[in-house]
């Protein structure tokens, strides 16, 4: 008779296919062959739409809590995983007490970030929830089915997890970084089935960070030290993938180009075969210059270029431990434009330094550079960063539930934020439909005056109703204060 785990990821993009528990699943298969051992994956896609300042996300109506505990009681499971992240952990926490509800003695674990960081407080707090599986989960999850399946090992001995006993928490040592060469592709073993045409899919070809920013928990025990997959895997997996005909590719490393020879070659071989599926890269623009060999490459018509900018104010990065060359900054993005490379720029609301100034000069670097588009997000104090640990010195206020989001800093008030947010969404609004956008344009050219001076004046326009408002009728919003403000003299515009 067969024994049956199952691992459960919610996803929180109805397109989205992350592969955390099929990694999960793949290197489990890789080290114990037994087929008596049943791993089950389950994705659950979220229906209802909810908003938390002025973030939309997925919930989970509770006839569809319903309906996903009883499908994962049905296979009767030895235990269940459940992976978490920012966005779903609060949809796991709903699903974890209606399936210890219907079976209390079922035991159950959670990994991911969320879990990773949170583990003591959610262990005290969350009497549902039996072990948390800390950092990188592939070997853990091996010695789990050894714990529960086998009885071969005992939870003390096991790594990188966390569990109470007696209503105190034990820890237990954390694990050395995994080899990559030792993970197989859960695309290449057939774990994944892609629907074509209709998915994004997720790829890694490296795991960690070597840089330290302040508001990021990605580059924390294992995600410290840099790791790349296999070359030669990475390629037979991309290719593999692009034969599928997804309907977009995500490759999710956070610093793609960090060494030119690798990036080249992985590029390469993505160009080969692939005519018009989209790939989003995340690439880093503002440290060393991108050299032109490299930049040809990335400019093809399908890759989109994730640049993460944050701020401009030197100060702030300094801050917020962020290595930054506007010199290299500037270059490599005029080169990339000039190759008519798809650009991304992104940028946070509130970062300890930045006032509702730099905000407005970050929409006009932006926006003189035009690219394809500007993201502009709020802070999240994540746990675990070096924001959420200096909170109090940075003057820091936030919510203290995902998304995390901030309320104020100590050179931001919070009427100050929720301005500088106001004119950021205003702004992404615009600048995402290209009939505005070249309205924008005109008004830089008429005016000679920087986006914001007109972003400030439209104060009839929100994200809301420009929804709703006929086109027609936005245009002639934004052309009556195009007028107003050309007809002022000279030495008034630059005030507004």
Known sequence: ?????????????????????????????????????????KIIKPTK??????????????????????????KNPVFVGLSTYVWNVDLIFKVIKKLKNKKPFLPIVIGGAEATYNARKILQKNKNIDIVALDEGEETFVDLIRHFLYKKIALTEIK????????????????????????????????????????????????????KCAYCSYNMFSYAHLRFFPLSEVIKELIYIIKQKPKKINIVDDNFNI???????????????????????????????????????????????????????????FRAKRIHNINSLNQNIKLLRSLKANIILQFIIGLPGDTYKDIKDDINWAFSHQPNDI???????????????????????????????????????????????????????????????????????????????????????????????????????????IRKIYEQPTSLRSGF
């Open 375 to 481: 993201q502009i997000q709020t802070l999240r104090v994540n746990p675990g960063t070096l924001y959420e640990k200096e909170a109090k010195k940075y003057g820091i206020t936030y919510r203290r539930k995902p998304p995390y989001t901030i309320f104020k800093t100590n050179t931001m008030s919070q009427s100050e934020l929720k301005k500088s947010e106001k004119i950021a969404q205003l702004f992404q609004m615009l600048y995402r439909n290209n009939t505005y956008r070249k309205r924008l344009s005109y008004f830089c050219q008429k005016t000679n005056q920087p986006i914001s001076v007109l972003l400030e004046n439209l104060k009839e326009l929100n994200q809301y109703n420009l929804f709703f408002l006929p086109k027609n009728m936005v245009i002639k919003i934004i052309d009556s204060q």
């Open 259 to 317: 060494y030119d020879l690798r990036a080249k070659k992985i590029l390469n071989s993505i160009i080969k075969c692939n005519k018009k599926i989209l790939i989003t890269l995340f690439i880093r623009a503002d440290i060393w210059p991108i050299k032109k060999e490299l930049a040809r490459l990335l400019a093809k018509p399908y890759f989109y270029l994730t640049v993460g900018v944050q701020s401009l104010n030197k100060k702030t990065l």
């Open 160 to 211: 990188g997890i966390a569990f109470k006993k007696n209503g105190r928490v034990i820890q237990t040592q954390m694990r050395k970084p995994l080899d990559l060469k030792q993970m197989p592709s859960p695309y290449l073993t057939n774990l994944i089935k892609i629907n074509k045409g209709r998915e994004t899919i997720t790829v890694e070809t490296s795991r960690g960070c070597p840089f």
């Open 49 to 74: 739409l909810k908003r938390i300042n002025n973030h939309i996300y997925r919930d989970i109506p509770s006839r569809q809590i319903n309906s996903i505990s009883d499908s994962i009681l049905k």
């Open 1 to 41: 008779m067969s024994q049956k785990i199952t691992l459960v990821y919610i996803a929180t993009s109805s397109e989205e296919l992350y592969p955390a528990v099929f990694n999960l699943k793949a290197y489990a298969l890789s080290r114990i062959k037994d087929r008596k051992i049943k791993i089950e994956t």
